[in-house]
Nanobody
Framework: HVQLVESGGGSAQTGGSLTLSCVAS????????MTWFRQRPGTQREMVAS????????FYSGAVKGRFTVSGDPARRILTLNMNNLGPDDSATYYC???????????????????????WGQGTQVTVS
């Protein structure tokens, strides 16, 4: 089990930036998906950005690619999401999540699948106006 605590949410103006952080009770150095999701009111939760630890393969949703950057620091057990050029559609509750280890036959892109994550943070609110 991995405990996750997010921070860094808040308000930003359109075009602005925010950085979210997620501190993990443990940060497996290989085989795990460390991922940011978000959920806007009335919509389903969606994957935003993910790292597959070990290979450090990264995955982004089309909505944030080129604007958001995900990074991990295993030594400090922190997953970071740098968000630039924010717009109102980025307003949501952002969640940090982890799952793994993936089965050996699974591709790292399995990190994008959100239905089987078993470790979730409490969420942090981002509001862009």
């Amino acid at each position: 089990h991995v405990q996750l605590v997010e921070s860094g949410g808040g308000s930003a103006q359109t075009g602005g930036s925010l950085t979210l952080s997620c501190v993990a009770s443990r940060y497996p150095i290989s085989g795990f998906c460390m991922t940011w999701f978000r959920q806007r009111p009335g919509t389903q939760r969606e994957m935003v950005a993910s790292i597959y630890t070990g290979t450090e393969a990264k995955f982004y949703s089309g909505a944030v690619k080129g604007r958001f950057t995900v990074s991990g620091d295993p030594a400090r057990r922190i997953l970071t999401l740098n968000m630039n050029n924010l717009g109102p559609d980025d307003s949501a509750t952002y969640y940090c999540a982890a799952k793994g280890p993936l089965e050996a036959w699974m591709p790292p892109s399995q990190c994008k699948e959100g239905s089987d994550y078993t470790n979730w943070g409490q969420g942090t609110q981002v509001t862009v106006s």
